[in-house]
């Protein structure tokens, strides 16, 4: 009953969250303000919340989605590459979750269409949370304020990874970052941003850079090659959309990662080959624009970007339910 009575008022407050003020009109430029999320299903919201952060998922009980897109540091991990079950590393840097929903695809080579498809491969991935989707429903299946839930919100006696992965989504779509200063300066709040910061917006358009990080997500919305007018040499483990395409000509195409909360999201590109915002901006000028920036320009860009931060999405952590004698163990092997 306690469960119960907590769930009922985290749904609570997310409806009360759900509510928003008429949309604003912004300046017309080629980024665009993130705007409010707005809820439609407070109760699935809240469950994808509890699986988001739900150890059991994974082979060892130990690893959530959480783990590698964590909410308390920009929806990342702020490491080279994610940390998986035994230890494994990874073979690419983790992007971030927050604003995620405005990406075309999912994945640095959008192997997943959306969320909801991305949200099922960590569970199954060997590396990662390294459990099965028929081991995840059989543990949510025990638990029976889960099964409660589930079928509350689904109408579902018997569990699928559809409603696992629908629910984690639903949570997932509300991590959004509005509000940052850039965002008031849209909406016409000229003293939002300082003469600096315009001045490096205005070298962001001149340059070139907003070719491909445009719209909402300040990225996300189109596949470009790492290396346009300079080869990059590094090695990778990853060859980007020709993972997924073998199409000889996707070899190192990538989706553009989105700049909201840039400066939070160390460190930088599919490689993790930078920890420096302002190298980063260089690395990108030569390699995609072919320009040496000065020290002066790669500044004002980096105060540019870090206008970018928006406000964080307010989690409190979920209180989980209880395994019980029917739930399968944790293996740590």
């Known amino acids: 009953m306690k469960f119960i009575k907590s769930f009922a008022f985290a749904v609570l407050v997310f409806g009360i969250i759900s509510c928003s003020k008429p949309e604003k009109t912004s ?71 927050l604003n995620a929903k405005f990406n075309l695809a999912q994945f640095w080579d959008g192997r997943a269409k959306d969320l909801q498809d991305q949200a099922g ?107 346009v007018v300079k080869a990059y040499e590094k090695d990778t483990e990853t060859l980007g959309r020709f993972d997924v395409t073998k199409n000889e000509q996707d070899k190192y195409f990538f989706k553009v990662p989105l700049l909201r909360n840039i400066e939070l999201t160390a460190p930088y590109f599919h490689d993790a080959s930078t920890v420096d915002l302002v190298e980063a901006v260089q690395v990108m000028a030569e390699y995609q624009l072919g320009q040496q920036l000065t020290q002066d320009e790669q500044n004002k860009i980096v105060a540019f970007l870090k206008t970018l931060t928006g406000d964080q999405p307010v989690i409190t952590y979920p209180i989980l339910p209880p395994s019980t004698a029917k739930t399968p163990p944790p293996d740590r092997n």
Request: glycine share 10%; with cysteine.
């Open 27 to 97: 300046r017309d430029e080629p980024i665009k303000p993130v705007p409010i999320s707005k809820i439609d299903n407070a109760q699935k919201v809240e469950l994808g919340k509890m699986l988001f952060f739900e150890p059991r998922l994974s082979k060892s009980g130990f690893i959530s989605c959480n783990s590698c897109h964590n909410l308390s540091t920009g929806g990342a991990d702020n490491l080279p590459s994610s940390i998986g079950h035994g230890w494994q590393l990874g073979p690419i840097n983790s992007p971030t979750v």
């Open 121 to 227: 491969g960590p569970i199954a991935n060997p590396g990662e949370m390294a459990s099965t989707h028929t081991l995840a429903i059989e543990i949510l299946q025990s638990i029976p304020q889960y099964v409660d839930l589930f079928k509350s919100i689904y109408s579902v006696d018997k569990i699928t990874i559809e409603e696992v992965t629908d629910a984690i989504a639903a949570f997932e779509e509300t991590l959004t970052t509005p509000n940052s200063r850039f965002d008031q300066w849209l909406f016409g709040d000229e003293n939002a941003i300082t003469d600096v910061e315009k001045a490096g917006y205005a070298l962001f358009k001149e340059k070139g850079c907003v070719a491909c990080h445009n719209g909402v997500g300040v990225g996300g919305t189109s596949y470009q090659k790492f290396g």
